[in-house]
């Protein structure tokens, strides 16, 4: 009777491990334990943002609708697609299991049928004994002895028959619990099936196609409220300038960077932001004259500066290293005759925004106050000047935005944009936009287009501010 005992024990040994491993795995796989949950379709999972400053946008139609307009990430990858693969994996695994489940069911019906004959001949045996041990007269004969013998070997058997009998059953209950999982999933890949990652990755790419067609459509904006600031770095003295290339391409984010407002001549480049705030330079350029002031612009890869103790403007090259362009901007104050109001030799402030480059400036011929003057880039000819009736000396720091000059009241605490001037229109106004000004401090403030932000320098510290504009979509009638 040894072999059928041993055959039965690797049976019995075989489906406790089964049912050990099915204990074990299947709730961690179907979502049933304690640390881990199937999530619903519409589950999303977050995703941190990337680090650094956001730009958001406001808008109206010219029937007087609002429009948001969206900046879409860098390449996010969307949440759902880490659901979609999740829930295909786990499928797959599924189908598998229910493949070996098939397997294990055929196997255990086949040794169920040899177990159950095997309980048919125990219990005829069983019946037969007490037969025989109710005849007292027979106990001693030598057939009686060999069935008592037989029935000894085979008692052990039933405890562990009645174990097989519970696992078979738990194999079926296993079987149809993976028929209706399988049916579940099925339905839940079928709900979620067009939220596949390739699907999704191509209506991403398309979202961010038309929403840069949309923001090519977008004309110049009005500042409506200042954000911020973002702390860069904290370097150098109290005064100074730092800035980005707003015609530079996508791949290009060099960053210059000159300390203080007068005695210096060298301007230090950085690869990227993150090499500035590490402080890895890349190059430096010796400049062939010293600088007035903070109010410098880098500009489709030039520099653009107020030479020391003049009204000159130079346009320096960063590529070929020498001086491109120089001109006297005529009638302008110098040398702290109309600066802002913390000095620094701040008389002519060059700037860039949407439209192209400017100087902000004054002249006894407008009183002291502020004249604007459009600049050609290449020549350093004014094309066009428009006289303010706000005195310079009064202004904190000034900015272009699209055409409109911004002037704010203070450089010191509570610091706000307290007059606005349109080229286009040319008419003003008061406004009343305040920012944070943290280090109690600036001397430099300026806009950058391609990153709709403005960059300051406040007391030390590089700081970077949010703007939101408020756009007018042009229809396709505009001209």
Known sequence: ?????LKLGAVLSTMAMISNWMSQTLPSLVGLNTTTR???????????????????????????RCICTVVAPEQNLCSRDAKSRQLRQLLEKVQNMS?????????????????????TQMKGLKAKFRQIEDDRKTLMTKH???????????????????????????????????????AVLT?????????????????????????????????????????GPITVKTSGTRFGAWMTDPLASEKNNRVWYM???????????????????????????????????????????????????????????????????QRSLEYAGFHNVYPYTWGGFSDI?????????????????????????????DTLEVTKSWSTGYPKRSAGESFMICGTLYVTNSHLTGAKVYYSYSTKTSTYEYTDIPFHNQYFH??????????RALYAWNNGHQVLFNVTLFHIIKTEDDT
């Not at 009777?1 to 005992?5: E, F, K, N």
């Not at 700037?351 to 050609?376: H, P, R």
Request: aromatic fraction near 10%; include cysteine; charged fraction near 25%.
């Open 1 to 5: 009777m040894s072999p059928p005992l």
């Open 38 to 64: 199937l999530s619903t379709p519409d589950t999303l999972t977050q995703i941190s943002p990337k680090e650094g400053w956001q730009v958001y946008s406001s808008a109206q139609d010219p029937d007087g």
């Open 99 to 119: 493949q070996s489940i098939e397997v294990l069911n055929l196997r255990t019906q086949r040794d169920f049928q040899y177990v159950l004959k095997m309980e």
């Open 144 to 182: 009686f002895q060999e069935l008592k013998e037989k029935m000894d070997e085979l008692l052990p058997l039933i405890p562990v028959l009645e174990q097989y009998k519970t696992d078979a059953k738990l194999i079926t209950q296993f079987k149809e619990e993976i028929r209706n999982l399988s």
């Open 187 to 227: 339905g839940i890949q079928e709900e979620i099936g067009a939220y596949d990652y390739e699907e999704l990755h191509q209506r991403v790419l398309s979202l961010e196609t038309r929403l840069r067609d949309c923001m090519k459509k977008l004309t110049c904006g009005k500042l409506m409220k200042i954000t």
């Open 259 to 325: 300390d203080s407002y007068t005695n210096n001549k060298i301007v230090r480049e950085y690869k990227s932001l993150a090499d500035f705030v590490s402080g890895a330079e890349s190059r430096t350029y010796n400049l062939p004259f010293k600088w007035a002031g903070t109010n410098h612009v880098v500009y489709n890869g030039s520099l653009y500066f107020n030479k020391y103790q003049s009204n000159i403007i130079i346009k320096y090259s960063f590529d070929m290293g020498r001086v491109l362009a």
């Open 349 to 377: 402030d060059l700037m860039a925004d949407e439209i192209g480059l400017w100087a902000v400036y004054a002249t006894n011929q407008n009183a002291g106050n502020i004249v604007i003057s459009q600049l050609n880039q």
């Open 442 to 451: 600036i001397s430099m403030l300026d806009y950058n287009a391609r990153d």
